[in-house]
Nanobody, 113 residues
Framework: VQLVESGGGLVQPGGSLRLSCAASGFTFSNYAMSWYRQAPGKERELVAIIHSTGGVTNYAASVKGRFTISRDNAKNTVYLQMNSLKPEDTAVYYC???????WGQGTQVTVSS
């Protein structure tokens, strides 16, 4: 199993970023996929999850209405569109598959003026 995140970077408050996670080594369309984040000195937290068909999504309260998780099963890729970014969104963002759980290497998102 391999999960490779991309799309992180430095953005000003109020800006947008789109993260991508390319998956390989398993049947992508059979699994729910998630995005987590970990800020310095804090525990890793679940940001968003999307079920295998893409029909059901759930979000942390802190990002609901600003972030959108989606997937393309033909491309074995899951996305996280992040809008109206705030400094408190600064963290390393990780892609994850469950049962058993696998993690990508993470991509840094920094929101700062």
């Amino acid at each position: 199993v391999q999960l490779v995140e991309s799309g992180g970077g430095l953005v000003q408050p109020g800006g947008s970023l789109r993260l991508s996670c390319a998956a390989s080594g398993f049947t992508f369309s059979n699994y729910a996929m998630s995005w987590y984040r970990q800020a310095p000195g804090k525990e890793r937290e679940l940001v968003a999850i999307i079920h295998s068909t893409g029909g059901v999504t759930n979000y942390a309260a802190s990002v609901k209405g600003r972030f959108t998780i989606s997937r393309d099963n033909a491309k074995n890729t899951v996305y996280l569109q992040m809008n109206s970014l705030k400094p408190e969104d600064t963290a390393v963002y990780y892609c994850s598959r469950s049962n058993p759980q696998y993690w990508g290497q993470g991509t840094q998102v920094t929101v700062s003026s």
